[in-house]
């Protein structure tokens, strides 16, 4: 019980509030529409994760290990190649991976050390995006996966989202809110194909694009109070 407290002691009334809307939210969205287990595994460990990490906390990436493992397995039916690729082959080395960095980049209270990006490095992200998304697309239509397009762009930007969020960049969250309103998209029409379970995916996707939005709040401020310390 002190644990769960400690974890707690710097969590305002209104983010505890929030992972606790989120967390009941996607467990009736799950009940109403009588899915399997398997589904409320998938979405809770999505939320968890996102929650979890805009909040800086390193237990939120074993939720995305977990996460990343259902989600691809969910995506083998559709198929989404795209999808399934970026979260067996990338994002789950990644969250391991951060998981180790984090820990070396805490301060004597646990808090992560985040930063934001320069004007340069901004510019440059955006270009390797463009890029990727056009040649991951031609590869996606060749293997004859559906909505190459879409698909490659929520990957691309995932790709490079996931390697941000790696290196502890504030502005990692802006381009989630990007891949989350795409997947959005990129989910409805899967469900307009006749894939009734998509739409607990439409839901989980809606619930994490509005947690990016607070999670670049939180890690701007986070980073600029690191920034503001290493000047004193």
Known sequence: MNR???????????????LA?????QTVAWAIQREDLFMLVLTLSSSLN????????????YFAILN????????????????IMYNLLYSIPVSATAIILWKKNQSQTGEVKFRTMT???????????????????????????????MDSLTTVVSVIASM??????????????????LSIV?????????????????IM????????????????KIADRVENQAIL
């Open 21 to 25: 809307f989120v967390l009941v939210f």
């Open 119 to 149: 004007t340069l490095f901004a510019l440059g992200t955006i270009g390797a995006t463009g890029m990727g998304t056009l040649a991951y697309a031609r590869i996606l239509a060749w293997m004859g996966g559906n909505f190459a397009w």
């Open 50 to 61: 996102l929650v979890l990490g805009a909040k800086g906390k390193i237990a939120g990436l």
């Open 4 to 18: 769960i407290k400690a974890f707690f002691k710097d969590w305002s009334t209104l983010e505890k509030a929030w």
């Open 205 to 220: 996707k809606s619930v994490n694009l509005c947690n990016a939005v607070y999670g670049y709040w939180n890690w701007k």
């Open 164 to 181: 941000l969020y790696l290196l502890r960049y504030s502005e990692q969250w802006l381009m989630w809110v990007i891949v989350n309103a």
């Open 68 to 83: 990343s493992l259902l989600y691809a397995i969910n995506c083998f039916s559709i198929p989404l190649y795209g999808e």
């Open 186 to 202: 990129m989910w409805i029409l899967v469900f307009l194909s006749g894939n009734t379970s998509a739409v607990l995916i439409i």
